[in-house]
């Protein structure tokens, strides 16, 4: 099943919802919004989630991403528009700032040695000192375990 504008209209206010309060709605604040019912909205959460255009959390309608931005505390902060966000991993807090169009401070817990790292992205450009980013998974293979990929 292809997703319906209401669909997308319902996305972008999940998106909308999770930049202004830096946490996605409930299918409650979602269905109030539109005027639907609470199972409906569980319905389209779980469409979005099937077709890649949101996250939940296994077997609940509990969004945990919507990338680049993540509802759970992660190694990667990305402050901007007066707020912390969470990103999932080191490409999606530069995916942040370039979703908003807007400038950024990001901090990054190194893995290894939990030392943090910190960049910015000011007029859209990269202000880092030499880093580099390793993905241990092609893209394609990153839905098979999205959270720990």
Sequence with gaps: M?????????????????????????????????????????TVYQRLHDHHALY??????????????????????????????????AWDSLGIPAMLGDDALIEARLPLSSDIVRYEIVNRELIAPPAYVHFPLPFARWYDDLVDT
Excluded at 7 to 30: A, G, K, M, N, S
Excluded at 66 to 81: F, G, M, Q
């Design 56 to 89: 939940l959390q296994p077997g609940t309608a509990t969004i945990r991403m919507a990338n680049p931005l993540s509802a759970v505390k992660t190694d990667y902060r990305v402050y901007i528009r007066g707020h912390w966000l969470y990103a999932n991993c």
């Design 2 to 42: 292809t997703l319906s504008e209401q669909d997308w209209h319902i996305r972008l206010y999940i998106y909308q919802h999770f930049v202004e309060h830096t946490l996605p709605p409930t299918v409650v604040e979602t269905a109030e919004h539109f005027d639907i019912g609470a199972d409906e909205c569980r």
